[in-house]
T-cell receptor, first 111, second 115 residues
Framework: KQEVTQIPAALSVPEGENLVLNCSFTDSAIYNLQWFRQDPGKGLTSLLLIQSSQREQTSGRLNASLDKSSGRSTLYIAASQPGDSATYLC??????????FGKGTKLTVNP | EAQVTQNPRYLITVTGKKLTVTCSQNMNHEYMSWYRQDPGLGLRQIYYSMNVEVTDKGDVPEGYKVSRKEKRNFPLILESPSPNQTSLYFCASHRVAGWGTGELFFGEGSRLTVL
């Protein structure tokens, strides 16, 4: 059974810092991995989707990498801003279109 | 604008009073699903549907029903709600890409309280 873990559960950084969020998964037989952002009381917004054949995806200041062999993905945020404060979740997709979510990392960027 | 719409956004009800949370998407996606999100437990899938008239249980289906009579709609039905179903519910949809899922779109969430 796939398990997805995100460490740390919470992270606080000063504005302007570059940071990395971690996501690990136990079953490397995944089709893809997605990163989401969730603001308080809101739904999830898809940030990046990495297919299993890809190593990384980039969108603006965000870069996500995938290493299936080690069961790890990272989300790199460059030059963090207070508006980046949110909870970030990763989800691994295996068979039957099913996604398994991590519990998220709550990021606070302090001005 | 591509979107998943859920209603109601907030609901307080009492034990045993049947309720339905509607979900509609305008992207012609084949796949739709329902999740509940609880503190410390994360997102858990309740039911999903691969296409019209095709539904299946997720990880926590007890106490819920769904139907998929039209491609765009996927209502979640609580026949006899209980306090342990107090939660934040999300509907999501994505296209079936043939090899892995497409981008997942979420609704804004429905906060349900059962007294």
């Amino acid at each position: 059974k796939q398990e997805v873990t995100q460490i740390p559960a919470a992270l606080s950084v000063p504005e302007g810092e570059n940071l990395v969020l971690n996501c690990s998964f136990t079953d490397s037989a995944i089709y893809n991995l997605q990163w989401f952002r969730q603001d308080p009381g809101k739904g999830l917004t898809s940030l990046l989707l990495i297919q299993s054949s890809q190593r990384e995806q980039t969108s603006g200041r965000l870069n996500a990498s995938l290493d299936k062999s080690s069961g790890r993905s990272t989300l790199y945020i460059a030059a963090s801003q207070p508006g980046d404060s949110a909870t970030y979740l990763c989800a691994a997709q295996g068979g039957s279109e099913k996604l398994v979510f991590g519990k998220g990392t709550k990021l606070t960027v302090n001005p | 604008e591509a979107q998943v719409t859920q209603n109601p956004r907030y609901l307080i009800t009492v034990t045993g009073k049947k309720l339905t949370v509607t979900c509609s998407q305008n992207m012609n996606h084949e796949y739709m699903s329902w999740y509940r999100q609880d503190p410390g437990l994360g997102l858990r899938q309740i039911y999903y549907s691969m296409n019209v008239e095709v539904t299946d249980k997720g990880d926590v289906p007890e106490g819920y029903k769904v139907s998929r009579k039209e491609k765009r709609n996927f209502p979640l039905i609580l026949e006899s709600p209980s306090p342990n179903q107090t939660s934040l519910y999300f509907c999501a949809s994505h296209r079936v890409a043939g090899w892995g899922t497409g981008e997942l779109f979420f609704g804004e969430g429905s906060r349900l309280t059962v007294l």
